[in-house]
């Protein structure tokens, strides 16, 4: 419904400014149609962040709306009373961040220990066939496994700390920049390998300018959702036993069924998820500069 009601303005909006120019009248009432051209322009940045926000807007009007009822606002909440609380944790009371230094810090260590021993064993093992056919089923095996129920495990290791939680999140991490890097070094092209070992390249050479850079591509592809899943680790590990987090404060919110209180959390560290994405992202285009953009190579 919503967008049919966007389509009969826009095409109400083009009639008029068609009578317009057929009338004569003056160009500052024209050019009252260059912004609606903007709006509705594909691949225009405007357009998409109006887009962007209508939908955001939507689904909290909506959201606030059918929260009305109280058997809608007790399973979803309200958003005004999520707002509140993610108000009071940040402005009036405070206490919000020394749970949230927490889980950061969890989530970053985990993200960087992970993120390097992945690369650093799918090198190896993309390096080592011999290696990876023994190590093969092992590998497998381990991926196969829920690393959750490890949490236990590395409690009784690392104690309630936030080690336990570090290395629950560093066995989600590890895999997908494992696989993407073991992946890349295997995918590179065995003659652009017999060029650079024409050319004179020794082991080490090729390390760092073939097999390196087509590992890279491969890696920044595997941060972004490593991002994601080191939170998952660390929130994880926080929920099954902590005293301390975010994931901790959703915990108790939970057990006195403060929905408001879970959503604020939710919302918290879907903020930081992003801000950390987007560090990625910024890092990637920098570290990627030789690498050819999207329908570059078509051109070429």
Known sequence: ????????????????????????????????????????????????????????????????????????????????GVWHRIWDWFVVNGDIYSHLAITLTETILAFFIGTGSGLAVGLWLGLSPMASKILDPYIKAANSMP???????????????????VALAVTLVFFIVFFNVYQGVREVSPTLLDNARMLGADRRQLLRQVYLPSATSWVFSSLH????????????????????????????????????????????????AVVLDTLVGIIEKRLMKWQPKSGETEKL
């Open 225 to 272: 959702t490593s991002v994601g899943l080191a939170f998952v680790g660390a929130v994880v590990g926080e929920y099954l036993g902590s005293a301390s987090g975010v994931g901790y404060l959703i915990l108790q919110a939970e057990g006195s069924l403060d929905v408001d209180t879970v959503f604020a959390g939710i919302f918290v560290l879907t903020a930081c």
């Open 147 to 165: 690393r959750v129920i490890l949490a236990p495990i590395f409690a009784m290791w690392f104690g309630l700390g936030i080690w336990s939680k």
């Open 1 to 80: 419904m919503f967008f049919q009601v966007v389509v009969v303005i826009f095409n109400l909006s083009r009639e008029l400014s068609e009578n317009w120019i057929r009338l004569g009248l003056p160009l500052s009432l024209r050019m009252m149609r260059q912004p609606m051209r903007t709006l509705f322009k594909p691949n225009s940045k405007l357009s998409l962040r109006i887009w962007q926000v209508t939908i955001l807007v939507v689904l909290v009007g909506t959201w606030q709306i059918a929260s009305q009822d109280k058997k809608v606002a007790f399973f979803f909440g309200k958003p005004l």
